[in-house]
């Protein structure tokens, strides 16, 4: 017997348990293969299982996993979007910033919200000064994709007034309260010549990574992200939101 | 229900396997046909030719045997003796695949699809019809329209 004489529920088994990258050499290879393929045997497997029908007039399930990995999608009542990672279909989330808790947040001395067409959320945090800065956001891990390795990301940029992100801050990524977890120390704004862990993204936005996470089945309670400094003057800094995405 | 009785299945091909019940009913397909009374003395096995038989029975033995060990690391040698069972030729892999799906044993239907995944993993559209001598009837045309329908998994 040869593959092409399986049946096509056992070849659409087989696809499946190789990648969304294999899947679609697999549709190059022959008619007969494409066909499976592409089908929605195979990609539904290739979808969270909370995802399949998520946005129910796109059909067939691959168009559906194509448009999650590119087109971020709100998540009811939050301001948090999901999207998949192209290469693994596990689920992405970015915690908006009115999803974060902000220190101060609701102070207009301190903090003021922006609407900008660079940001996929309604509005950004934009600070104007602070000693005490002190951001968290919170996720339930459950809602994380299992046997996962995730990083989260800050993601910022400045404007024209900066102050005080040249030196570092505190940043916690655990389960649970950041006192129980030793952290780590990131810097935003480094200066010319020092170590700098900033990278651009689209939109004139920047991340910098605030810690790792291993998501093992989802039951861990609340994943907490944090960032904390409390001694220094700052200004200018923006805040879009806080993203989780597995890493490699 | 006596743990030492034996049934005979029949292969395709018309040899005659005598095994343990216990073993046989890793299949659900034999347990049901069993327990529903039906299954006939000897139970035929259509579709599955003696050879193929005889390497199903020996991997129901191996794993029933194995869930009877009170050692806990056979674990790790079952895995290991899983990797040398598929190590056939491509023929075998997929008359495994068939028999397995039609004797309903999930474990060797999902090791032996693994294997075949695996196969597949990281090659390119060329390199799987290669490994597994598969006839490519696109058009150049065609085959240059697949490809940019799928370039957005690679970006």
Known sequence: ?248 | MATSRKVTLLSSDGESFEVEQSVAVESITIKDSIEEGSAGNPIPVPKVNSKILAKVIEYCKKHVESAKAEDRVDDEDLVAWDADFVKVDQATLFDLIRAANFLNIKSLLDLTCQTVADMIKGKTPEEKRKTFTIRNDFTPEEEEEVRRENQWAFE
């Not at chain 1, 399949?52 to 691959?62: A, F, G, Q, T, V």
């Not at chain 1, 900066?162 to 309260?177: N, T």
Request: proline share 5%; aromatic share 10%.
């Open chain 1, 1 to 248: 017997m040869a593959f092409p004489e399986l049946s096509e529920d056992e070849i659409a088994q087989i696809i499946s348990l190789t990648t969304p990258q294999d899947a679609c050499n697999m549709s190059a290879v022959s008619r007969h293969f494409k066909s499976i393929a592409d089908s929605d045997s195979v990609w539904t497997k290739f979808l969270p299982s909370d995802c399949e029908n998520l946005i129910p007039h796109i059909s067939p399930k691959k168009s559906l996993y194509r448009h999650l990995c590119d087109h971020p999608v709100p998540i009811n009542g939050r301001n948090v979007s999901l999207s998949l990672d192209k290469k693994s279909g596990q689920k992405c989330f970015t915690l908006g910033a009115r999803d974060l808790t902000i220190a101060w947040g609701d102070n207009q001395n301190y903090w003021e919200w922006i609407a900008t067409p660079e940001s996929r959320f309604n509005e950004v945090a934009q600070l104007r000064s602070v000693w005490w800065f002190h951001i968290i956001g919170r996720i339930e891990t459950s809602m994380l994709s299992s046997g996962t390795n995730y990083a989260a990301y800050l993601v910022y940029r400045f404007n024209g007034h900066r102050q005080g992100f040249d030196r570092p801050v505190k940043s916690h990524v655990c389960i649970g309260s950041e006192e129980l977890d030793e952290g780590r120390s990131v810097t935003l704004d480094p200066r010319e010549g020092e170590p700098r862990a900033v990278r651009e993204r689209a939109h004139g936005w920047m991340e910098i990574e605030m810690g790792e996470f291993y998501n093992e089945n989802g039951d861990d309670g609340t994943l907490v992200c944090s960032l904390r400094e409390v001694v220094e003057y700052k200004r200018g800094l923006v805040v879009e939101g806080i993203e989780l995405r597995p890493m490699y």
